[in-house]
Nanobody, 119 residues
């Protein structure tokens, strides 16, 4: 069983910062891709940022220059540093990972963490 556990969401004022974390645990060989998606009320889930081993990071245009994704390979953890937050960043943020397990490459999702940007 592979689990992704997120933390770090909460309420922040516009212009503020938050740092999300997502740790992968369980039985697996390696992690290929880790990333963050978000879903605002009434909208579809969208990509925020992804990081692939040995490849450049990728960001949604709406967060470029404000958000930064990084990883700690030893801890199987991915982080999302969110700066200059705006009201439109309010959403449930989901961690995603593509992981090599017995049987091949599989996608996993975290339970989601709420980020609310409001004064």
């Amino acid at each position: 069983q592979v689990r992704l556990v997120e933390s770090g969401g909460g309420l922040v004022q516009p212009g503020g910062s938050l740092r999300l974390s997502c740790a992968a645990s369980g039985s697996f060989f390696s992690i290929d891709v880790m990333g963050w998606y978000r879903q605002a009320p009434g909208k579809e889930r969208e990509l925020v940022a992804i990081i692939t081993r040995g490849a450049p990071t990728n960001y949604a245009d709406s967060v470029k220059g404000r958000f930064s994704i990084s990883e700690d390979n030893a801890k199987n953890t991915v982080y999302l540093q969110m700066n200059s937050l705006k009201a439109e960043d309010t959403a449930v943020y989901y961690c995603n990972a593509r992981i090599f397990v017995v049987g091949g490459l599989k996608d996993y999702w975290g339970q989601g963490t709420q980020v609310t940007v409001s004064s």
